[in-house]
């Protein structure tokens, strides 16, 4: 999920992703120097007690198109049979997957960061334990889109919320059928009441609508405009390895392994510093696991922290729209000079490399990180401030118009066998994106406090 994800749409960014689907985007013809399929892969599945989702995460995983060379299983402690029967299942069904467990649990970053030191692939695939690949060929088109330039760093394709039927559906599949009839004390639900199961229905349909109107809009217009989005989606991210081992090499001593409290937006956030860009792959999907709605708020909270701690540890970053002149007058230089005709890598959005020119020119992808962290501190107060004066009738055409102009994107960006589906969620969903945009002010405070009051560092996921 993006760290500035838009819950409340009347904001800059909302025009800047306008601005980007009406804008021409760089059609410059890569020229990449290695060649995608030469390139080897190696899978991580991070697991934190998932029993009930390992089995299919698995399945989903062999029978992608791209087969990986070497399969690690992370158990971050889990207090279930996760481990146990992931490496059953494997053998059963004659595929090798590795797996190492800490006793416990402390966090997907010390894994990933040891995964991506010790293995020596080219390509290092991050898959959730609660996720599920619905495209066989999600690794491939990962893949492919790292190698069409060397400024390519992640990318990830869509998310869709994991439902009861979608269980089912795979717990039907032969390999996956024949095992559970083996081992009949394993199941693919985890146990809870029905009013749990009704609180998750309320999570899958926001959760559902919010990616939906991510990809669909945000995401559309940031990869048309910068080529990139601000981090990848880190339930099933490709990576180039080189590029997580040396960030990762790069922070340790100062940072250890308390990065932030979601590492895949501290990750995205380093890559850009360096001049790569973080790739969204339409036309590929993932199903994953969400929080039930009485948890959800933990789940806002680390993301939502972590964009601001990100913005914290890369400030270049954040002022980079105050540096847009720099960068013209630079564009301006190369273009007279001759020196985007000589350049032999050719790709698009092509910037240069490195955190200096970071800091002396910032990055084009700073206005969304910009406007993101506005937004997260304007929305909530500026509702406080309008039910706190009592300005009921200003309150009331700020929500219309939200509303309104949220009906009328869903319709557009919808098609037409989906409209109704997506135009009931979007209406019932608006409590919970309000609360959420309400929420962002909660989060705000408890960063300051840790910050400027507490001095607490100790970030991570």
Known sequence: ????????????NTILSLIGLARKTDHTVAAPAQDWRTASV?????????????????????RQTIKPRRVVLMD???????????????????????????????????????????????VIFILDGDTILISPDYIERCVRELYEGVGIASACGGVVPLRRVDRREWAALPPVKEFYALHPDISYFKQHSPYSWFLHGVTNIYRDFLYFYLRGFIYRGQMAFFGSIINPIGCAVAYRREYIRELFDHYEPSLGDDLTTSEDIFIGFALLQRGYRNVLVEGVHVLTEEPFAHR??????????????????FPDLVLSPFKVFRRAALRRKEKHSGVLERRKVKEAYRQPFGMEYTKKYGRPIGWTILFGLIEKISFSLILLGLI????????????????????????????????????????????????VALFDLVVFLAFVVDVWILKDFNWRK
């Open 1 to 12: 999920m993006a760290a500035p994800t838009p819950f409340f749409v009347l904001g800059p």
């Open 76 to 122: 971050d402690g889990s207090k279930d049979r996760t481990r146990l029967l992931a490496l059953r299942y494997a053998k059963e069904h004659g595929f090798n997957v590795e797996s190492m467990r800490a006793e416990a649990s402390v966090g997907k970053t010390p894994g990933v960061k040891r995964n991506a030191r010790e293995l020596d692939g080219d």
């Open 388 to 435: 706190a004066f009592r300005r009921w009738e200003m309150l009331g055409f700020t929500l219309a118009a939200e509303v309104g102009l949220l009906l009328l994107l869903t319709a557009v960006l919808c098609a037409r066998e989906r409209r109704i589906d997506y135009l009931w969620k979007m209406i019932a969903c608006t409590p919970v994106r309000y609360f």
């Open 296 to 313: 959800l708020p933990r789940q806002l909270f680390l993301w939502s922290s972590s964009f601001l701690q990100s913005c914290y540890y």
């Open 42 to 62: 190696d899978v991580v599945i991070p697991a934190h007690n998932e029993e009930a989702t390992i089995i299919l995460c698995l399945e989903s995983l062999f």
